[in-house]
């Protein structure tokens, strides 16, 4: 499994604002569906931003991305997507390549 830290920014191009609210409402219960189903694990506001920030607990980037664009606001919302590690996971001092005195 991987962990995807995803900033989703209102980006409504194309649409009206009342369409807008419909769909961002709809995609505020699909992720509340998927936060239920455990496939988002944290759930945020950004406050003043008019974004939010979920933590995805997904197979892959692919199943991320198609998570994303099902939302009925997927469309129009801006990501940033990063993915994640456990600090366990990270040892900066691990070589990753033969040094010349090996």
Do not use: C
């Not at 505020?28 to 998927?34: G, H, N, V």
């Not at 931003?49 to 998570?67: D, F, K, P, R, T």
């Amino acid at each position: 499994m991987a962990l995807f830290a995803v900033i989703a920014k209102r980006a409504p191009v194309g649409i009206g604002i009342d369409e807008f609210q419909q769909k961002l409402s709809e995609g505020f219960q699909y992720t509340k569906e998927l936060a239920d189903k455990g496939m988002i694990k944290h759930r945020w506001i950004l406050v003043g931003a008019s974004a939010g920030l979920n933590i995805y607990e997904v197979e892959s980037h692919e199943e991320l991305m198609s998570v994303l664009y099902r939302s009925p606001a997927g469309l129009h919302l801006e990501y940033e997507v990063y993915p994640l590690i456990a600090p366990p996971d990270y040892d900066p001092t691990a070589r990753t390549a033969a040094s010349p005195t090996d």
